[in-house]
């Protein structure tokens, strides 16, 4: 069963879509995100990478606040290498009398640290499409989740509309039909 949209879910949105996403969405601890690096600014190429939040920044500007997103893996490989640096500081005097080492460094581009909440989308789950739905007031107050057993899912404002819902999800993933209530939302 599907958890979560997924990139290529976001890709088809609109710009205005994407932005009122990134809007109403509210990064917490833990949440799946994609995010976007600039891979080559003369051809205009980006990659877009798929993290989960770590931590959440906000700090305050002149001009309002600004939001960052640590990479959750980040945060785990810095604990690491504080502990791996505590133990290279005590072996640092041994190897002081052998010589010094030399480094190769790969400068090709690595995967960010954090992001900017402006340059992130949510891959949602089931749970947060709910959420974002009933947060927006889907449907005035009628908004209707309906799950059976045989793969049949219905989401909608009234039952009149759902009559006339019909089969279209028939077989669907319940993500895929709750993520078209929330594109149809944004």
Known sequence: MKQHITIEDLMGLTTD?????NN?????????AAGVLCKNA????????EF???????????????MTLWNLAHIASRLAEQEAAEEEEEMEA????????????????????SYS??????????GQMIALLKKCGYGNGN??????????YGVGREIVEYQSYGNDHEGAELCDVLWSAVKELL
């Open 17 to 21: 879509q994407r932005d009122n996403l």
């Open 24 to 32: 109403l969405w509210l990064p917490q601890k833990y949440d799946l």
């Open 42 to 49: 003369e051809t205009n190429e980006f990659d877009i990478f």
């Open 52 to 66: 989960v939040v770590g931590a959440v920044q906000l700090t305050e500007h002149r001009s309002g606040y600004h």
């Open 94 to 113: 041994d190897d002081a009398e052998e010589g010094e080492e030399d480094f190769d460094f790969d400068f090709e581009y690595c995967r960010p640290d």
């Open 117 to 126: 909440k402006e340059d992130c989308l949510p891959l949602l789950n089931m």
């Open 143 to 152: 908004f209707y989740l309906d799950i059976q057993e045989d793969n049949h």
